[in-house]
């Protein structure tokens, strides 16, 4: 099981979305130290997926992780892979639309997140938030449902698969719609689960908003550019602009 009760969260099912196909990125890799439960805490029970022959059966802890990367930052995740163990590692970030995974499935994820972080406030939100991300990308029936389909859960608190339930429901009614300016990214590592990071994470993970020293960096760097160009301008008999 590898990283103890949370070795194995997520959802990828090998016929399904492969080893989530990624494109070749610039993102430089993200080496995590540490993992562990996020403070809401989450809770054990029984997955079991039907499309492989036998059935893939695992007992897996279920809730939103902490990740610590080398370099001191925490990042917030879920699990997208029930196959592989998660273990400290070098991981490679990437949009979540460089993956395999559909337009409307990446979608869906979105008015998940968008919404239902604000709820995970306890084990029960905390797990029923992964049961939700584990249907919407394992589910081929086109039907959600925790208790039946391809992807089913047991042994597990009736509270939090409710909670993912009534979830999934707000997302197929779009009463729970995505927010645009969220963004989602994933961490792959060779034989380890693939996890999901949004907002502040992805932005993190991704290089999307600068420190701000780097910031200072960059508008340094603009000024001289637009210096040089001044220059030039001048010397080609050119009315530069101010």
Not at 186 to 215: D, F, H, I, R, Y
Request: glycine share 10%.
């Amino acid at each position: 099981m590898g990283f103890s009760a949370v070795s194995r969260f997520g959802v990828i099912a090998s016929g399904l979305l492969g080893a989530l196909t990624l494109a070749s990125g610039a993102n430089a890799a993200v080496t995590i130290s540490s993992i562990a439960l996020d403070t809401p805490g989450g809770v054990s029970g029984t997955i079991t997926y039907t499309p492989t022959t036998p059935d893939y059966v695992v007992n897996a802890g279920i809730g939103r992780l902490k990740l610590t990367t080398d370099t001191g930052d925490t990042l917030l995740s879920y699990c997208i892979d029930i196959f592989h163990s998660l273990t400290a590692a070098s991981f490679t970030p990437a949009t979540i639309t460089s993956t395999s995974l559909s337009s409307t499935k990446i979608a869906r994820l979105s008015a998940l997140l968008s919404n239902g972080e604000a709820l995970v406030t306890d084990a029960n939100h905390s797990a029923a938030e992964q049961l939700a991300i584990w249907e919407i990308v394992n589910e081929g029936s086109g039907t959600y449902n925790l208790t039946a389909g391809d992807l089913k859960v047991s042994n597990i608190s009736s509270s939090a698969v409710s909670l993912a339930n009534t979830y999934l429901s707000n997302i197929t009614s779009e009463t729970w719609t995505a927010d645009p300016t969220l963004s989602l990214a994933v961490l792959q590592a060779p034989n380890n689960q693939t996890q999901l990071v949004w907002g502040t994470s992805a932005n993190k993970v991704l290089g999307a908003v600068p420190e701000p020293a780097t910031w200072a960096m960059m508008i340094g760097g603009f000024g001289a550019i637009g210096a040089t160009l001044r220059r030039r301008g001048t010397a080609n008999g050119l009315v530069s602009v101010r």
